[in-house]
């Protein structure tokens, strides 16, 4: 378990997903081989908007997965899927929840790539449920 004496720096919620990725499920794990995980402080407002909510900070996490429309089966895709962790908004809801940040941070990951996967609510709360 991690403690922290500060507010965690986005370097330690960059170290706290590498290791929540190890502890997710290898099914999902195994979807998403080569994802690059990022940490940054709030989505933008823009972002936010486009997928509906009101505010930038309801959004913990976001999955992208670049264009892949203008590839051909040999062109080497130029970018790699993401996950984005949102700071703020995580910080906010582990003051609010009182969850350990690690839990969190993982279920965090483990909703993204399932959500972008099509997996439903029930096997999402099941997989949260198993670590």
């Known amino acids: 378990m991690h403690r922290f004496h500060h507010p965690p720096t986005l370097d330690d919620i960059a170290d706290l997903a590498e ?4 502890a997710i499920p290898e099914e999902l794990r195994i979807l998403v081989r080569g994802v690059t995980i ?4 709030v ?24 264009p892949r429309t203008q590839n051909t089966v040999l ?13 703020g908004p995580i910080l906010l809801e582990w003051i ?4 350990d940040l690690f ?6 990951l483990i909703q993204e790539v399932a959500h972008h996967f ?7 709360e099941r997989i949260e449920g198993e670590g």
């Open 75 to 87: 062109d080497a895709p130029m970018e790699h899927d993401t996950i984005t962790l949102y700071r």
């Open 96 to 99: 609010e929840t009182g969850e």
């Open 118 to 124: 099509g997996i439903s609510d029930a096997d999402i």
């Open 19 to 22: 290791h929540a990725f190890s």
């Open 43 to 66: 989505v933008e407002e823009e972002i936010a908007q486009e997928l509906g909510f009101e505010s930038p900070w309801a959004i913990t996490g976001l999955y992208r997965r670049p």
């Open 38 to 41: 990022l940490v940054d402080e």
């Open 103 to 108: 839990r969190l941070v993982r279920n965090i």
